[in-house]
């Protein structure tokens, strides 16, 4: 009899158990996609949304038995309405991941909510160093402004420039950017001859650049968001600053191949460091920017693109693990650790910091088939955060 009832009972909870599968993959996987649709970052968005549907369409809307419904919201980059759709994302839809972010505050206001729901947060977009610091479930498939900044700060003194100005937005990355470029510019033996920070909403770069030209560095290193870099090279190439031999040095934001083809001559040979160019030579990167360029009227992808591209290969990854289950904790330990070519090259997400480690390019604008491309041609493999002790 004792017998029988322990076979009953264990009979019902394999039953429970099955149930409870059935109803977790009965039910959608719900991605909260929060990017700036419309305002200065628009961009960003639009690129983040089409590579993350285009992986979607690669790999099929279904992962381990879970239907994956992407939900798109526009924050306009204004943190507090980044927030409020966030509260809503988790509370009414409930969705099991949070994803995008195209700036910095965007990422830190939501930081909180990911904490208290145990909500994974993929940041696709925002740079600052300390971002993964917020919360102990974000997990970031961009890259941060230290990584890039440093190789800039070391090719620099090699190459002719011993005297900087820096010209930086006024917001976390940019600080970064400033930071951990002049540190390793002065280790280095250069000299920086001021430090210049621009307003990030509605900016007017012309007072700063004329600034710049009346100080006469070799260079003048420049950090602004994505989106921003057409502004910075069209002004500086009517105050005829390279004519005066001021070189244009700075992260891979700045010459955006989204917008290159339309800053024209005055960005030919402009160095930057980043970690990635849509001319980046591999296999994996010549089809990603086939397929993305097929499926979005010829639109380049840029950096913000593969950030969205190698956050959702993060997300599916972890699902997969899950065995279709999901659920915070059990997500957030599987993309931990993820190893995986990415069209950037390789990567991998650091299981200690959740931040992505990957190869820093030197690119120079060069003139190919009509057309101006990021042309790398050194790289530093294997970059972690410099930001992180």
Not at 92 to 98: E, G, Y
Not at 121 to 136: D, G, H, N, R
Not at 169 to 189: Q, V
Not at 203 to 215: G, N, S, T
Request: glycine share 10%; aromatic share 6%; proline share 5%.
């Amino acid at each position: 009899m004792h017998k029988r009832t322990i076979l009953r009972t264990v009979a019902a909870a394999a039953l429970c158990a099955v149930g409870g599968l059935a109803a977790a993959q009965g039910t959608p996987f719900k991605i909260g996609l929060i990017l700036p649709m419309t305002g200065q970052q628009a961009t960003t968005g639009r690129q983040i949304e089409a590579a993350a549907k285009l992986w979607m369409a690669q790999n099929g809307d279904t992962v381990a038995g879970r239907k994956v419904q992407l939900i798109l919201k526009d924050d306009t980059s204004l943190p507090d309405v980044t927030r409020r759709v966030a509260q809503e994302l988790v509370v009414n839809d409930k969705v099991d991941v949070l994803a995008g972010f195209g700036i910095t505050p965007s990422a830190l206001a939501v930081a909180p909510i990911a904490t208290q729901s145990k909500t994974p947060l993929v940041v696709m977009a925002a740079a600052t160093s300390s971002i993964t610091e917020a919360s102990p479930y974000v997990v970031r498939t961009s890259f941060t402004l230290p990584q890039a900044s440093v190789a800039m700060a070391d090719w620099a003194p090699k190459n002719g420039i011993k005297s900087v100005v820096t010209l930086v937005s006024d917001y976390g990355p940019g600080l970064d950017a400033e930071k951990f470029f002049s540190d390793r510019f002065l280790f280095n033996g250069g000299k920086v001859v001021e430090k210049l920070r621009v307003p990030l909403r509605n900016p007017d770069f012309a007072p700063f650049l004329q600034k710049v030209r009346d100080l006469k560095p070799d260079a003048m290193f420049v950090f602004v968001p994505s989106g921003a870099g057409a502004a910075v090279m069209k002004q500086f190439g009517e105050r005829g600053m390279d004519k005066a031999g001021i070189r244009l040095i700075g992260t891979g934001d700045v010459t955006d191949d989204d917008q290159l083809n339309d800053m024209g001559d005055v960005a030919l040979g402009v160095v930057t460091s980043h970690h990635y160019s849509t001319a980046h030579p591999s296999a994996v990167n010549k089809k990603f920017v086939a397929e993305f360029q097929k499926a979005n009227r010829n639109l380049r992808p840029n950096f913000m693109a593969v950030g969205g591209y190698d956050g959702m290969r993060v997300i599916y990854e972890a699902l997969k693990k899950t065995g279709g289950k999901g659920g915070g904790d059990a997500l957030l330990a599987g993309m931990k650790g993820q190893i995986f070519e990415s069209p950037r090259g390789p990567a991998f997400v650091d299981a200690q910091t959740r931040d992505i480690v990957h190869n820093i390019y030197l690119r120079k604008v060069e003139r190919k088939d009509g057309q101006l491309w990021n042309t790398e041609f050194d790289v530093i493999k294997d970059v972690k955060d410099p930001g992180k002790k």
